[in-house]
């Protein structure tokens, strides 16, 4: 499978360490270009380069690490996502309060699903603040764990090896109406660090 994310600030940063820790080549891409992140990602080269977004658009699995008002300038890049697993990395938070967005009872996941027009969106890597997510998942003791939601068995199963490759113990909680609640922003798991234990 070949890997982008979309968003180079401290979630998609976190995420490219990870990438570059588990020697699993990616694509990274950033709203003011590949030159703008160059020098930061030097030290991940060759495992993940910093690309155009239009080049980071044909990896298979996609991963978004945008501010969750930004998901629609991506989901217009194409008109559609077929053969696309979306990995929704965001959190729907009004800022400056820091508090959930009101997407009338909906799963934040099943929002972006609705903008990707046949894609196959699962959220995952959104629970652990970017700093956490950043350090090494193995412990002395277990592994971190990532937490996996969506409609597609077989993308939830893709992106649960991508998780074990990555180093994490990933946990699947079923479908979005049910899992992406429970582990979106202020959702029950949300902003926990649970270590799956050897």
Known sequence: MSYAIIGAGALGGALAKQFARGKIKALITHRRGPASVQSELEALAPIVNSVDVTDALDAEV???????????????????????????????????????????????????????????????????????????????????????????????????????????SPIILGRLAEGGLLQQFRGPLGRHSLIKQH
């Open 62 to 168: 996609i991963i978004l690490a945008v501010p969750f008002g930004a998901i629609g300038d991506v989901a217009e890049l194409r008109s559609h996502w077929a053969d696309k697993i979306i990995v929704d990395a965001t959190n729907a938070i009004d800022f400056p309060g820091f508090t959930p967005m009101d997407l009338g009872g909906r799963p934040s996941s099943q929002v972006v699903a609705a903008q990707f027009n046949g894609a196959k969106v699962v959220k995952a890597f959104n629970t652990l603040p970017a700093p956490v997510l950043a350090e090494d998942p193995s412990l002395r003791y277990g592994h971190r764990v990532i937490f996996i939601s969506g409609d597609h068995h077989d993308a939830n199963i893709q992106v649960a090896s991508l998780v074990i490759s990555l180093g994490f």
